[in-house]
């Protein structure tokens, strides 16, 4: 079904609410702009499929009550960015919802699997892949792209099913809940822009006091490429911020002897940059930011990663699951280096399958050694 007016989308979700299950996906561009431009909204109930056109429909609103609805659960793939829209277009979060990328990663399949080979793996069917990359903003839309976008959730709800029961039969339904909350938490979505500066491309080359100055204008470009609603880097990229904030440039002369800045800022802008930079740079060290990088205190925990990667590579292996869904690299280095809040693999079933070992190992209770060419965990 297509739906391009707002009575047969306000019907649809009446309809919708009598559903076990709603299958959501997003097909959206963003080369130019700062936020995701939706250009359709597919949905899947346990007996339709609508394709929604946001061009012509008057307010997505209307969906609100059905993504709230606690009877109805939201099904995504992947559905990181398919969330952040839906909030911003329909002003909430679905709840509750079911990922089955994060779930297939429980379920033997490989870290962040797509959604076409997953529906090999749990349907046996292979989707078409000629309209992957087409201009979804494009009207009107060919049947080849009605069909792909309408297999984007088409296989969802079977999926579902499947692997619902899996996970139930392994006992690992419940190790999912934190995942997908964490999801639903509108906290993850919002905009910090004081922080943006810590993602920078060669950030690690400044020292604190650049740091400083970095923040002020990565956090400045935050809100411009909102206001201008344009991608950040076509205000100024992560390459012109670090070699300005390395020359602490103090003035619009030398902000503009980094290549192709004069290109791209007026002189207004360049003025409340340098401004912004000096500012930062002549505060007192304790308003200077710290590196995320390791500092030279830090001890080198290369021998315990050794370890510690090893023992969560068996744990893994024997239960299943892949390895960075298991413990990423840095949540390890974290723990090695006597960090114990704020680490994933230190929270609810990571925790329960090897991160009370990983601690254990660090405290030297347990052991490592090889039987026969097979890792053997002993007590100490």
């Known amino acids: 079904m297509y739906i391009a007016n707002q009575e047969d989308l306000e ?17 959206f561009l963003r080369e130019k702009t700062y936020y995701a431009k939706l250009c359709l909204l597919q949905l ?12 012509e429909v008057d307010d997505l609103r209307v969906l609100a009550p059905l993504l709230e609805n606690e009877s109805v659960v939201k099904l995504f793939h992947a559905g990181g960015q398919d969330l952040e829209i839906l909030l911003r277009e329909v002003g909430t979060l679905p709840r509750p919802l079911f990922d089955t990328q ?25 989707l078409k892949k000629i309209d992957s990359f087409t201009d979804w903003s494009r009207r009107p839309l060919s049947e080849s792209q009605l069909e792909y976008a309408a297999d984007d959730v088409a296989y969802l709800p079977r999926m579902y099913e499947r692997m619902r029961a899996q996970l139930v039969e392994l006992g690992r339904l419940a190790w999912l809940d934190r995942d997908f909350e964490d999801l639903a938490d509108p906290k993850r979505y919002a905009t910090n822009e004081r ?12 020292s604190r ?11 400045w470009r935050e809100l411009e490429a909102q206001r201008r609603d344009v991608p950040r880097k076509w205000v100024v990229t992560d390459e012109q911020i670090v070699e300005a904030c390395k020359r602490e440039a103090r003035t619009i002369d030398e902000l503009f002897m980094v290549r192709g800045m004069s290109d791209r800022l007026s002189t207004k802008d360049a003025r409340c940059v340098v401004a912004l930079m000096s500012s930062a ?10 590196p995320d990088r390791c500092g030279k205190n830090e001890p080198n925990v290369d021998a315990e990663l050794d370890l510690m990667c090893a023992l969560v590579r068996l744990r893994a292996k024997q239960n299943g699951v892949a390895f960075p869904t298991l413990a990423s690299h840095d949540d390890l280095a974290r723990v090695a280096r006597g960090y114990r809040e704020g680490v994933d693999v230190l929270r609810g079933w990571r925790r329960s399958l090897v991160g009370e070992e990983l601690l254990r190992l660090l405290e030297g209770k347990i052991a490592l050694s090889l039987s026969n060419g097979e890792i053997k965990v002993t007590e100490v």
Request: with cysteine; aromatic share 6%.
């Open 11 to 27: 019907a649809f979700a009446n309809r919708a609410m009598r559903s076990s299950v709603l299958a959501i996906d997003t097909e």
């Open 44 to 55: 899947a109930t346990d007996d339709e499929t609508a394709i929604v056109d946001p061009f």
């Open 102 to 126: 994060v779930a297939a990663a429980l379920l033997g399949h490989t870290q962040q699997i797509g959604y076409a080979a997953l529906v090999h793996a749990e349907c046996g069917v292979t």
């Open 195 to 206: 922080e943006r500066y810590r993602r920078l491309k060669r950030v690690s080359q400044l």
């Open 209 to 219: 006091r650049q740091l400083a100055a970095a923040r002020e204008v990565a956090a």
């Open 281 to 290: 740079l002549d505060a007192p060290p304790d308003a200077w930011p710290e």
